[in-house]
């Protein structure tokens, strides 16, 4: 599927990364949609949005690439290998971040890819395949929901159709928003390019999100899958009476059963490895009355793990759980939504090792957390990807911050096993 060769220089590319380049387009990125607490609110499809996609367009012409926008307004650099006809390499990530976001998620997945590029010209090699940048359109789904639009819709795994429809919270479509976007890249003399092109492999950079690669201090992680989630609701349904003068015998107390249920679901879903993540997140009483017993409590249950198998039969056990009787009230668990989790290829994750170890960096093996567009991507072409530590493992957030030593080592890595694949 991926070849390793080794007639590609990795060090004199990953030599070519430059820091001062990509700290200069980090600060450029971060000051579009800036926020005066230091951070970035740069929404899918806002004025800012639209100006990081023309600033990535206009790189285009000095790294000898040709930009073009395909209809879900994915923005791409493309750099022609000596056999254009082969499927292309691809790296990216997204330009768009959350209302209090940070500078770094999705914006150093495309700095980073639009440095390896620049580094691998510089070499003044031509490769085999064409070598691709993409920044994908609205992945974090703060102000269109749900996210990863842009990715999923290339992949057609959503319609572009009832992507289009979706409303911010002004009412706003989606496909109005893009138009927007759209006819000034068109009028940037931007190209139209098809959804859904092949390609031979994608890696997307991106920050870890996590606290793993700190702890380790490693500074860059070669991520080996996406956990799968679950999300579950449960409703615990007893009876609403007086405070007061209702014997503890005759309640049937809906609080005091979700309580139960809750803790039961809890040590059900604890395992040794530390591997399941069980997050109850919301948590109503119903009727909500200081002097009256509670008759319904309706809680959500957010449920991840790498393993399909894991998530299946924990829904199971969940399942048996809520079908018991909990402080003399009835519990119902109805599935919400479940994302299956997704194993990046051996052949490609060992060719991100390899190369780690050639370039003498420290990149343990790690699995995402969080959702990325590559999660789409794995199942149209082999996927991987690289992490980059952040400070504290904190995201979403003004305060993130990544070591642009870190940035630089992620660069190298990604820079190094790109050429390896377009080889
Ligand atoms: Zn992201």
């Known amino acids: 599927m991926v070849d390793i060769t080794d007639s590609i220089n ?29 951070g970035v609110a740069r929404l899918a499809l806002d004025t800012s949005d639209i100006q990081a996609r023309r600033w990535l367009t206009e790189q285009a012409s000095t790294l000898g690439a040709t930009a073009s926008v395909d209809a879900i307004g994915n923005v791409f650099l493309d750099l022609p290998g000596r056999e254009p006809a082969l499927a292309p390499v691809v790296t990216g990530s997204h330009l768009d971040s959350q ?12 700095v980073a890819g639009l440095e390896a590029l620049r580094a691998i010209r510089d070499t003044g090699v031509t490769l085999r395949r064409s070598l691709s940048l993409v920044s994908w359109t609205n992945e974090e789904g703060a102000r269109f929901a749900p996210g990863t639009s842009g990715s999923a819709v290339f992949c057609g795994v959503r319609g572009i159709d009832e992507t289009r429809a979706i409303r911010d919270t002004d009412g706003l479509t989606l496909g109005s928003a893009l138009d927007e976007c759209l006819a000034t890249l068109e009028a940037d003399g931007i190209a139209r390019r098809p959804l859904g092109t092949p390609m031979h492999a994608f890696i997307e950079l991106h920050i870890e999100q996590g606290p793993i690669l700190e702890a ?18 449960v409703t615990v349904t007893g ?15 809906a609080l005091e059963g979700a309580c139960a249920l809750a803790t039961s679901l809890r040590e059900i879903a604890r395992d040794e490895a530390d591997c399941v993540r069980f997050t109850i997140g919301k948590f109503a009483v119903s009727p909500g009355s200081v002097n009256t017993i509670p008759d319904q409590v309706t809680f959500t249950i957010d449920l991840r793990h790498p393993k399909a198998a894991t998530l299946e039969s924990l829904a199971t056990s969940f399942q048996r759980l809520a ?4 402080a003399g009230c009835e519990a119902m668990l109805t599935p919400l939504s479940r994302i299956a989790p997704v194993e ?18 420290k990149a343990p093996r790690l699995m995402s957390g969080a959702f990325h567009d590559a999660i789409h991507l794995a199942g149209h072409c082999p996927t991987a990807m690289v992490f980059v530590p952040c400070r504290g493992g904190l995201s979403h957030h003004p305060n993130e911050n990544v070591e642009l030593n870190d940035a630089v080592s992620g660069t190298r890595l990604l820079a190094a096993s790109l050429a390896r694949l377009c080889a």
Do not use: C, K
């Not at 490609?348 to 190369?355: E, G, I, P, V």
């Open 239 to 253: 009876s609403a009476n007086h405070a007061g003068t209702t014997p503890r015998a005759m309640r049937r107390d």
């Open 323 to 326: 079908e018991q009787s909990w």
């Open 99 to 110: 209302p209090t976001g940070g500078r770094y998620d999705g914006a150093l997945g495309v």
């Open 344 to 361: 990046f290829p051996a052949s490609l994750t060992a060719l991100l090792s390899d190369t780690a170890e050639d370039l003498g960096l």
């Open 216 to 233: 380790a201090g490693a500074p860059v992680g070669v991520v080996e899958g996406i956990q799968g989630v679950s999300w579950f609701e």
């Open 10 to 38: 990795v060090q004199a590319i990953s030599e070519g990364v430059s820091s001062a380049r990509l700290a200069r387009d980090l600060a450029y990125l971060a000051a579009l949609g800036a926020r005066d607490d230091g």
